[in-house]
């Protein structure tokens, strides 16, 4: 026998040792329904009402009616109906009735068509713009009518 020692080893208590995470121990990632999303892929065509979504991102052929926080078309994506948004990003084409209360930017492939009314309005170069066009700020601050009788 050798008078080797064997180091002592001192003893732990189960709240001493470190916690193991296993899945079941993770705290479940909370969904945000403010931040739900549909994305419609490319060769897809969708038509009707979208209701509880707050992105809306087309890349195939979209024909409805939605109101959320954004809306993005991609290039090769193309969006026909009513929309009331936030904020709206065109890289495809969009033709029907938009209201944007934010930012409308419309990129350099982007075409928008139809009844149109922004907060702010961003063309890239090249991006085209047709239809009634109208900024929200100027149509909240209108002026009062000119009197006939004064001219003023």
Do not use: W
Not at 85 to 92: F, K, L, P, S, Y
Not at 123 to 142: K, Q, R
Request: net charge positive; aromatic share 2%; charged share 25%.
């Amino acid at each position: 026998m050798s008078n080797r020692q064997i180091p002592s080893i001192a003893p732990r208590r189960i709240v001493d040792l470190p916690p193991t995470k296993t899945p079941r121990e993770r705290p479940p990632t909370p969904i945000q329904s403010a931040e739900t999303e549909l994305r419609v892929g490319r060769n897809i065509k969708l038509k009707g009402e979208i209701d509880q979504c707050a992105v809306l991102t087309v890349e195939g052929k979209v024909e409805a009616a939605f109101s959320g926080r954004l809306i993005n078309v991609t290039e090769h994506g193309q969006l026909t109906g009513t929309c009331e948004v936030e904020t709206a990003e065109i890289r495809g084409v969009f033709d029907g009735e938009l209201t944007v209360t934010k930012i409308l930017r419309i990129h350099e492939r982007g075409r928008v068509n139809g009844t149109i009314r922004y907060g702010r309005l961003e063309i890239v170069g090249g991006g085209t713009i047709a239809g009634e066009v109208e900024a929200l700020s100027t149509a909240n601050t209108a002026r009062p009518p000119v009197s006939a009788s004064t001219g003023r």
